[in-house]
């Protein structure tokens, strides 16, 4: 008969499904707002405020880990998973931040489609995160993260395809700078959330 590794207590996982659930709130919010087409104040707050949301759920996560003696996985697997998807959490409102600073168009087709991807991607390892803890559900957990990493793969190929079309049919050299830094933060936020589903594949091979 198969043992479960994971004890009868699961405050850990719960507290890492509230963190990639908050993600995807994130992301959908930030989806939504490209699709109306106004980054103003208002949607800047607000994603200002779901940053500072996951924030504190990796603020009580750490607290836990210092008053707990004995976790269900290792301690140091669950700080770096609370730790990389505080990390896409925080490009996010970075990316917010910048498109009203740089007062740029919302709805800049490749841009969006970036943002599309990255919603998916937080979808997929709201979904690895919230099975995790059921060793029973391992096999789906790791498609998951395999379908992260294929969306990491068409991030990679669109960055390459909106930076081309920018040099091609922009003429401000300003817009070109924004932009670029813009279609990289979004790419690299793409490889962060593959660092999430590395961690999780990580933990899946020690425990499997």
Same mark, same amino acid.
């Given at each position: 008969?198969?043992?479960?590794?994971?004890?009868?207590?699961?405050?850990?996982? $719960?507290?890492?499904?509230?963190?990639?659930?908050?993600?995807?709130?994130?992301?959908?919010?930030?989806?939504?707002?490209?699709?109306?087409?106004?980054?103003?104040?208002?949607?800047?707050?607000?994603?200002?405020?779901?940053?500072?949301?996951?924030?504190?759920?990796?603020?009580?996560?750490?607290?836990?880990?210092?008053?707990?003696?004995?976790?269900?996985?290792?301690?140091?697997?669950?700080?770096?998973?609370?730790?990389?998807?505080?990390?896409?959490?925080?490009?996010?409102?970075?990316?917010?931040?910048?498109?009203?600073?740089?007062?740029?168009?919302?709805?800049?087709?490749?841009?969006?489609?970036?943002?599309?991807?990255? $919603?998916?991607?937080?979808?997929?390892?709201?979904?690895?995160?919230?099975?995790?803890?059921?060793?029973?559900?391992?096999?789906? /957990?790791?498609?998951?993260?395999?379908? /992260?990493?294929?969306?990491?793969?068409?991030? $990679?190929?669109?960055?390459?395809?909106?930076?081309?079309?920018?040099?091609?049919?922009?003429?401000?050299?300003?817009?070109?700078?924004?932009?670029?830094?813009?279609?990289? /933060?979004?790419?690299?936020?793409?490889?962060?959330?593959?660092?999430?589903?590395? /961690?999780?594949?990580?933990?899946?091979?020690?425990?499997?």
């Amino acid at each position: 008969m198969a043992l479960n590794f994971m004890p009868k207590e699961v405050k850990f996982f $719960d507290y890492l499904s509230l963190q990639a659930e908050n993600l995807v709130k994130a992301s959908g919010y930030f989806k939504s707002v490209l699709k109306d087409g106004v980054m103003n104040e208002l949607a800047a707050r607000k994603m200002h405020d779901l940053e500072h949301e996951g924030d504190t759920l990796m603020h009580e996560i750490a607290d836990m880990l210092n008053r707990t003696f004995i976790t269900p996985i290792d301690r140091e697997d669950i700080f770096a998973l609370a730790n990389q998807l505080d990390d896409v959490l925080d490009l996010l409102n970075a990316m917010a931040s910048r498109m009203r600073l740089y007062k740029l168009d919302p709805g800049e087709t490749y841009f969006s489609q970036f943002i599309d991807l990255i $919603d998916q991607s937080a979808a997929a390892l709201s979904n690895a995160v919230k099975h995790m803890h059921d060793t029973k559900k391992a096999r789906r /957990v790791l498609d998951h993260c395999i379908e /992260v990493n294929r969306l990491e793969n068409l991030g $990679d190929a669109l960055r390459e395809k909106a930076i081309s079309s920018l040099f091609e049919t922009e003429k401000d050299p300003m817009m070109v700078i924004k932009w670029k830094e813009m279609y990289e /933060v979004a790419e690299g936020t793409l490889d962060n959330c593959e660092h999430v589903a590395k /961690v999780i594949e990580s933990i899946l091979v020690k425990h499997g």
